[in-house]
């Protein structure tokens, strides 16, 4: 059993930044593929960024060149840098790990609004 627990999130300013962490439990993180997915109000849950266990990163393309997904083997720990961002990216952020099975984090919100 996986358990993620995601911090960070918050009320921002159009153009501002936030850092998402999601900590996961177990003693094989490193072994993990890791995602950050998100859900707007009335839209399906959508993919933002992954990052598999060697550190190949994958981005949708509404946050390419803005967001950066990053990952801390040592403090099990992966990280989303959300850099310039948009009313367009308010949304719950949901933590995935993929590890013989999908576990996912209780979402963290982020509200970009003046």
């Known amino acids: 059993q996986v358990q993620l627990v995601e911090s960070g999130g918050g009320l921002v300013q159009p153009g501002g930044s936030l850092r998402l962490s999601c900590l996961a439990s177990?003693?094989?993180?490193?072994?993990?593929?890791m995602g950050w997915h998100r859900q707007a109000p009335g839209k399906q849950r959508e993919l933002v960024a992954t990052?598999?266990?060697?550190?190949?990163?994958n981005y949708a393309d509404s946050v390419k060149g803005r967001f950066t997904i990053s990952r801390d083997n040592a403090k099990n720990t992966v990280y989303l840098q959300m850099d310039s961002l948009k009313p367009e990216d308010t949304a719950v952020y949901y933590c995935?790990?993929?590890?013989?099975?999908?576990?996912w984090g209780q979402g963290t919100q982020v509200t970009v609004s003046p």
């Open positions: 990052i598999s266990s060697s550190g190949i990163t």
């Open positions: 177990g003693r094989s993180f490193r072994l993990y593929y």
């Open positions: 995935k790990a993929s590890h013989l099975r999908d576990y």
